[in-house]
């Protein structure tokens, strides 16, 4: 199984970056996904999640800034990353939860990540 990341990149504190992750369109519509990130030297941390049936969870040091959305059409999950703090700062990975049916499934897929990297 295949999720890959686009769309890190290096920007001002202040400006924004649309993260992508590409999957099977099934995966898409029908598990639960997430991103999460991991900064230099912290634990990795989920940012956002959108379950089967589209609701969705923030942490709230994103929330208001970020939104989570995926797109059947373009096979993609994505994160649109506003706001962006230095904090922000980390590599983001994209994931799915292991078992599809389960609100409550861990997540047991992951992406290769992408960096983002925020300077004041």
């Known amino acids: 199984e295949e999720l890959v990341e686009s769309g890190g990149g290096s920007v001002q504190a202040g400006g924004s970056l649309e993260l992508a992750c590409r999957a099977d369109?099934?995966?898409?519509?029908?598990?639960?996904m997430g991103w999460f990130r991991q900064a230099p030297g912290k634990e990795r941390e989920l940012v956002s999640s959108?379950?089967?049936?589209?609701?969705?969870n923030y942490a709230d040091f994103v929330k208001g800034r970020f939104t989570i959305s995926r797109d059947a059409a373009r096979s993609s999950l994505f994160l649109q990353m506003n706001e962006l703090k230095t904090e922000d700062t980390a590599m983001y990975y994209c994931?799915?939860?292991?078992?599809?049916?389960?609100?409550?499934?861990?997540?047991?897929?992951w992406g290769q990540g992408t960096r983002v990297t925020v300077s004041s």
């Open positions: 994931a799915r939860r292991r078992y599809c049916s389960l609100r409550d499934s861990d997540f047991g897929y």
């Open positions: 369109v099934i995966i898409i519509t029908r598990c639960g």
């Open positions: 959108i379950n089967k049936d589209g609701t969705t």
